[in-house]
């Protein structure tokens, strides 16, 4: 079946820009979360979702960062006036429900370069 | 705060050769531990999970991880490795009220054919 899809797959903008990224979930899962990967680095947390609401959002780097989940399902990552430490690449994860023993399915991601 | 440490950065192994990657984690009460798998151009993969009962957890493609509680580590091993096991592997540890994963730096493996 269809897994966690994110777009787009690279971005480039220039320092100062506005980007979003998508994340489309797999149908039906209630959990969301976005996760940062800088280089050499494993994912880092930066929110999360259940459903609609906006349950942690402890790990955004700044307030130029904005995530929404407006309809429960795709959810969006926004940064603002873009700067050179946002390179990364961006990972959305999304499981059937909240809890340990739910799996997390990850996107592909998205390598967002800031020139 | 939780934390993962993952001591090896680039492993370069030759096929049929053992893997023991190491993984510490800090927390000291009830952990849910993972091991995750990103192969080149793919994204992140669950190989295996503890969340209680017994320590040996067997995973997917013959991997298996040993909890030691007394050491705080959650070690993976498959004692064959095949090319095909060329990838990143990331150890995490579930992060409780916030149902986030928090993750370790990852291991680079390359298996020589």
């Known amino acids: 079946g269809a897994g966690v899809s994110q777009s787009p797959r690279y971005k480039v903008a220039k320092r100062g820009q506005d980007v979003a990224l998508r994340c489309d979930p797999i149908?039906?899962?209630?959990?969301l979360f976005w996760y940062q990967q800088a280089l050499g680095q494993g994912p880092e947390f930066l929110t999360y979702?259940?459903?609609?609401?906006?349950?942690?959002k402890s790990g955004l780097p700044s307030d130029r960062f904005f995530a929404e989940r407006p309809e429960g399902s795709v959810s969006t990552l926004k940064i603002q006036r873009t700067q050179q430490e946002d390179s990364a690449v961006y990972l959305c994860?999304?499981?059937?429900?909240?809890?340990?023993?739910?799996?997390?399915?990850f996107g592909d991601g998205t390598r967002l370069s800031i020139l | 705060a939780q934390s993962v440490s993952q001591h090896n950065h680039h492993v370069i192994l030759s096929e049929a050769a053992s893997l023991e990657l190491g993984c510490n984690y800090s927390?000291?009460?009830?952990?849910?531990l993972f091991w995750y798998v990103q192969y080149p151009g793919q994204h992140l993969q669950l190989l295996l999970k503890y969340f209680s009962g017994d320590p040996l957890v067997k995973g997917i493609k013959g991997f298996e991880a040993e909890f030691i509680k007394s050491k705080f580590s959650f070690n993976l091993r498959k004692p064959s490795v095949q090319w095909s096991d060329t990838a990143e592997y990331f150890c995490a540890v579930y992060g409780g009220s916030q149902g986030n994963l928090i993750f370790g730096k990852g291991t680079k493996l390359s298996v020589k054919p």
């Open positions: 927390y000291g009460g009830t952990v849910n």
């Open positions: 149908s039906g899962h209630v959990s």
């Open positions: 994860a999304s499981s059937l429900a909240h809890g340990a023993n739910q799996p997390q399915h």
């Open positions: 979702f259940q459903n609609e609401a906006q349950l942690d």
